[in-house]
C-alpha cells in the first residue's frame, strides 16, 4: 500500500500522528533555512564593529594597566572585553543554530558513542556531585549519523540535567528501541519544570536559566530534526525531567529490545 493510501501512524505516548509530526518538522526546518540566510549578512555586519571594539579595549586595557590610581578603570575595561566576547559567543551560537547544517553521517553503534560521552562527562559530573547511571540496551544498535553534531545534541541534554540538579543527583542515559526507532533518554532527578515551562523549551532564546543563551535546547531539537529524529520532553516540579530523543535505525535493525 502507498504512503497516500496507508492510514497515518500515531505516537503512542503523544497522540501525535506521525504524518503531522513530520509537516512540523519541514516547517521548522524550512523556516531556519531561511532565516539562516538573513543570519548570514547580519552575523558579518555584527563581527566587524564588535572585532574592532574589542581590539580596540584591548589596547586601552595596556594603555592605564601601569598608571596609578585606575583601578576602577581598568575593572571597567575588563567588564567591557567580557561583555564583548559574551556577544561574540552568542553570535557564533546562533550562527549555529539558524545556519545550514550539512550532515556528515556514518553508520555508528550508537551505544558507543554515548558510552564516549558519559566516559567524556563525568568529572564534569563529578564536580556537581552529580552520579551518571548507563541503561543501554545488549545490542549495539547502528544509527546513520553525523558523529560531531549528535555528540553536541546529547552534551546539550546532559548539560541541562546537571544545571538542573544545583544540590546534586542522578543523571540517567537509556536506550531501547521502538518499531525501527531508536529511543534515547536522558532524565534526571532535578528541579523539574511546570507544565507552562514545556511549550516555549525548544524556542530559541528561550531560557529559565541566569546567564544562559537559551539556544542549547533548540540547537538540540535542530540536531536531532536534520537527522529525521523527533525530541520531546516530560517534567514535573521537584520530581525531575526526562528528554526522549528518537532517531531512525538502519533499514535491517528492527525493533527488539522493549522500551520502558
Do not use: W
Not at 586595557?61 to 598608571?67: H, K, L
Amino acid at each position: 500500500m502507498s504512503r497516500s493510501q496507508s492510514s497515518p501512524q500515531t505516537d503512542v505516548k503523544t497522540g501525535v500522528s506521525t504524518d503531522t509530526r513530520e509537516s512540523e518538522r519541514e516547517f521548522r526546518l524550512h523556516q531556519l533555512a531561511k532565516l539562516g540566510e538573513l543570519a548570514g549578512g547580519l552575523a558579518h555586519e555584527l563581527k566587524n564593529p564588535l572585532s574592532t571594539i574589542k581590539l580596540n579595549l584591548q589596547l586601552l586595557q595596556e594603555d592605564i594597566a601601569s598608571v596609578p590610581d585606575l583601578d576602577t578603570s581598568r575593572a571597567r575595561v575588563q567588564t567591557l572585553r567580557r561583555e564583548v566576547d559574551r556577544l561574540h559567543q552568542t553570535l557564533d551560537s546562533f550562527l549555529k543554530f539558524a545556519g545550514r547544517i550539512e550532515l556528515d553521517r556514518q553508520t555508528v553503534h550508537v551505544n558507543s558513542i554515548i558510552r564516549d560521552m558519559i566516559d567524556f562527562f563525568n568529572p564534569q559530573a563529578a564536580a556537581h556531585q552529580v552520579r551518571v547511571y548507563a541503561s543501554l540496551t545488549d545490542e549495539d544498535l547502528k544509527v546513520s549519523l553525523d558523529i560531531n553534531l549528535f555528540k553536541q545534541a546529547l552534551l546539550n541534554m546532559m548539560l541541562n540535567a546537571v544545571q538542573a540538579m544545583p544540590s546534586g543527583g542522578d543523571l540517567i542515559i537509556r536506550t531501547g528501541v521502538h518499531d525501527s526507532t531508536l529511543i534515547l533518554d536522558v532524565s534526571d532527578t532535578g528541579v523539574g519544570m511546570p507544565p507552562s515551562q514545556l511549550p516555549r523549551l525548544f524556542e530559541a532564546f528561550y531560557t529559565t536559566k541566569k546567564g544562559g543563551t537559551g539556544l542549547g535546547l533548540a540547537t538540540t531539537r535542530r540536531i536531532i530534526e536534520e537527522h529525521g529524529g523527533h525530541v520531546s520532553v516530560q517534567s514535573e516540579p521537584g520530581r525531575g525531567t526526562n528528554f526522549r530523543l528518537e532517531l531512525p535505525l538502519r533499514a535491517q535493525e528492527k525493533a527488539s529490545v522493549p522500551v520502558n
